[in-house]
């Protein structure tokens, strides 16, 4: 496959098991292996909670 520097869309998924909401979109680089990791505001859980990439559809 040739090499690109596309860009894909992923979203950051709220680790807390209760919630589990796609509250963050960002881009990453297509090659870029590692998934990301945030810490991020929750709505739904009213805190600053991890948050992990997780595919779009
Ligand atoms: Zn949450």
Redesign the pocket.
Known sequence: MASTKKKVTIALQ?T?DT???R?YTEYKGNNQQEKLEKKKF?K??NQK?MHKEAKIK
Request: net charge positive; aromatic share 0%.
């Open positions: 709220c807390v919630c589990k909401k509250n929750c739904h859980c909670t």
